[in-house]
């Protein structure tokens, strides 16, 4: 212990020791022995009494006794031995001090989760047994909205990859219920879907109705189960902008554009587009359209002329989306997540754990009706104003 | 076997003292809250 005073030193704890007898022959014991932490001479016993260690059942002298008192005052870790010899180490000393410091560290990583009742068996828990926490889990990620306006892209991204990531996550159940959105949020949230898939089981669920891009999403996992009477397919891609030209003129507005590139004006919504124009927009939607039809060809094992048989923009019920490919599975949600622990060979009952994606930090400041509301009209204002190329 | 102390158990609150130390100086247990101290017992010198 004298050895390694440096190391009690920076855990701020301080070493003291309790002698048996008088003032000077703690002196010249400690002072020969260069030890350097302080020493009190305790004559009578009378501490050692009080701390129940002075025992009448050893005749030899005192039994081996330690003490760590936290710096609340409150005892952590007594250790008594009954013979001379049994003493404790001063690694296990070290685990001990070290001991609430861990569990406070453990206590922030499970913080997210739940609060626990304090008390020192509640904190200890954690070392020996299984926790709930700590448990195999299939996380439920829900895809609902309008993908682009409620289902945002970059939040969507980063909560598969943190299920990509997570020990705990065993599979994942994807449920969707969404009349498609835009191309590129789709395309990104499929992408980040089939790099999980790659790692873990997934199962998409569709509820309601997975459409367009909202199908698309639901390729990315490995399964797709879905109500009978839900809606799936709607392959096809859609280029949608606003032409106010004869509204401009009725109200006497001209607008006067000035661009370089030829073509830079296209997108301008108080113009009729020119035959060229149109074609080039015709070019990109068609080329938009092979991409889909490609990415649910390769992700469904069905080839690319079926699926564009089927890829007419318009929607199936699931029951007829199983017939000719589109769905793996009928059934409700239990029979979803049963898939899953299925896929992931878990053998007890699997915990499910619903995930969402952190909403902006507006949004949760907000209340929910007057960001909704705020978000709705948004959505309302760039879908009518803005061109996009949407699967919808 | 090393046994629980009867007086003193976990989790209990360290019964405070003042003891003289080598130095010559009065220290009290309870001059140490704050920080976690490791109390021992010595078994004498002899």
């Not at chain 1, 004298?2 to 301080?14: C, I, M």
């Not at chain 1, 439920?140 to 939040?155: F, H, K, N, T, W």
């Not at chain 1, 996550?169 to 898939?197: C, N």
């Not at chain 1, 809606?231 to 554009?257: A, C, D, H, N, Y």
Request: aromatic share 8%.
């Amino acid at each position: 212990m004298r050895d390694r005073y440096g190391e009690f030193q920076q855990r701020n704890a301080e070493i003291i020791a309790i002698a048996p007898d008088t003032l000077e022959h703690a002196q010249a014991y400690f002072r020969q022995n260069d030890i350097p932490f302080p020493c009190l001479a305790d004559p009578d016993r009378r501490v050692f009494r009080v701390y129940d260690v002075k025992s009448a059942m050893i005749s030899l002298g005192q039994r081996p006794g330690l003490f760590v008192i936290d710096g609340a005052g409150a005892v952590r870790f007594a250790y008594l031995g009954f013979q001379p010899w049994e003493i404790t180490t001063v690694d296990e000393t070290l685990k001990q001090l070290d001991l609430p410091y861990r569990l406070a560290r453990a206590m922030l990583r499970m913080a997210p989760f739940t609060r626990y009742p304090g008390g020192i068996a509640m904190l200890v828990l954690p070392q020996i047994i299984d926790m709930p926490w700590q448990k195999p889990r299939i996380a439920v990620l829900e895809v609902s909205g309008a993908i682009g306006a409620q289902v945002r892209g970059p939040e969507m991204v980063r909560t598969i990859k943190a299920l990509r990531e997570d020990e705990r996550v065993q599979a994942v159940v994807v449920e969707i219920d969404s009349p498609g959105g835009s191309a590129s949020v789709s395309d990104a949230i499929f992408r980040a879907l089939q790099k999980l898939s790659a790692k873990k089981p997934t199962v998409a669920f569709i509820g309601n109705a997975g459409l367009s891009g909202g199908y698309l999403i639901a390729c990315g996992a490995q399964k797709i189960v879905a109500l009978p009477t839900s809606l799936v397919g709607s392959i096809g891609v859609i280029f949608t902008r606003p032409v106010v030209e004869e509204l401009m003129q009725k109200v006497g507005v001209r607008m006067v554009t000035t661009h370089e590139g030829k073509l830079k004006a296209m997108f301008q919504p108080w113009k009729e587009p020119t035959p060229e124009e149109q074609a080039k927009v015709q070019a990109l939607t068609e080329e938009y359209y092979e991409w889909f039809v490609n990415s649910v060809a390769t992700s469904r094992n069905l080839t690319v002329e079926k699926v564009r048989e089927i890829a007419t923009g318009e929607m199936y019920s699931a029951a007829k989306g199983k017939d000719i490919g589109l769905v793996d599975e009928l059934g409700d949600f239990e029979r979803a997540t049963d898939l899953a622990k299925e896929l992931a060979k878990m053998a007890e009952e699997p915990r499910l754990q619903w995930v969402r994606p952190r909403r902006p930090l507006l949004e949760r400041l907000m209340a929910r009706t007057s960001a909704s509301m705020a978000q709705a009209l948004l959505g309302a204002v760039e879908a009518s104003v803005t061109p996009r190329i949407d699967f919808r | 076997m090393p046994v629980d102390s009867e007086t003193v158990p976990v989790g209990a609150e360290a019964p405070d003292f003042t003891l003289t130390a080598i130095d010559g100086r009065e220290v009290s247990l309870s001059s140490y809250r704050g920080r976690p101290v490791v109390l021992v017992f010595l078994r004498g010198f002899g």
